[in-house]
């Protein structure tokens, strides 16, 4: 396998690279491209399902971007030690009615030598907003360098 620097052990630095990479590839919606960054046997805990493997990995990634209107992700460091990197993060979307929300949530990631997410478990909770209050605005894709992260808008 081809590695996927940054590459364990993580610094404050490299982690932080790896998260941004993590919500740009997130925010392309490409779930090829997205799977792609995780181990063939990887194992997953997101919400109530548990996708083992690239190729459930990548069915989820289809099922959620096709629910999860005009998805924006900002992903924010928390820690990192060795291997393993938490983050915490937030997302807006909207339904196929039109209902917005902002999903909160943190993510644990252990990756392997090569850079490659083996595991990742994730806890998200759901809060419906209005559209007024929505807080990321920037065309679909990569957040732009210059649009607030986490701690800048407070979340």
Not at 73 to 80: D, G, Q, R, S
Not at 121 to 136: G, H, K, Q, V, Y
Request: proline share 8%; net charge neutral; glycine share 6%.
């Amino acid at each position: 396998m081809t590695p996927k620097p940054p590459l364990p052990p993580f610094t404050s630095a490299t982690a932080a690279q790896k998260v941004r990479m993590a919500e740009d590839a997130w925010n392309s919606r490409d779930p090829e491209r997205v799977s792609q960054v995780y181990t063939e046997d990887t194992r997953w805990r997101n919400r109530a399902e548990f996708p083992v493997g690239r190729d459930e990995v990548r069915q989820f990634l289809a099922r959620k971007w096709a629910k999860e209107l005009d998805y924006r992700l900002i992903k924010e460091l928390w820690a990192c030690a060795g291997n393993r990197i938490a983050v915490r993060f937030a997302y807006e979307w909207h339904d196929d009615s039109g209902h917005w929300y902002r999903s909160y949530g943190n993510e644990n990631w252990e990756f392997t030598p090569e850079g490659y997410m083996a595991r990742r478990f994730a806890s998200i909770n759901d809060m419906p907003i209005a559209e007024a209050d929505r807080l990321f605005h920037w065309p679909l894709g990569r957040r732009p360098d210059d649009h607030p992260g986490l701690s800048e808008l407070g979340l």
